[in-house]
């Protein structure tokens, strides 16, 4: 099943965020609570972590590109079901 990745909250007053990198390649798996990519708020750079295991199937929104508004989808993830 593919599930989607959103942009997070990373902050009360968080609105958008950029993706400086992504941390995980297409086809690549990627576990529960690892690094899946470092996103820069007006404040901060932070890595997001997976918020579940599956592969990495979509990249949506490429690093470095324009400010994503939070709850957005930045990617996907297959979980294999």
């Given at each position: 099943?593919?599930?989607?990745?959103?942009?997070?909250?990373?902050?009360?007053?968080?609105?958008?965020?950029?993706?400086?990198?992504?941390?995980?390649?297409?086809?690549?798996?990627?576990?529960?609570?690892?690094?899946?990519a470092?996103?820069e708020?007006?404040?901060?750079?932070?890595?997001?972590?997976?918020?579940?295991?599956?592969?990495?199937?979509?990249?949506?929104?490429?690093?470095?590109?324009?400010?994503?508004?939070?709850?957005?989808?930045?990617?996907?993830?297959?979980?294999?079901?």
């Open positions: 099943m593919r599930i989607p990745v959103h942009m997070p909250k990373l902050g009360y007053d968080m609105t958008e965020g950029r993706i400086e990198s992504w941390l995980a390649e297409v086809g690549g798996e990627v576990g529960r609570g690892e690094p899946l470092e996103i708020t007006d404040k901060i750079v932070i890595e997001m972590e997976s918020l579940a295991t599956g592969t990495l199937v979509e990249i949506v929104q490429p690093a470095g590109e324009d400010m994503i508004p939070v709850g957005e989808v930045i990617a996907y993830l297959d979980d294999g079901s």
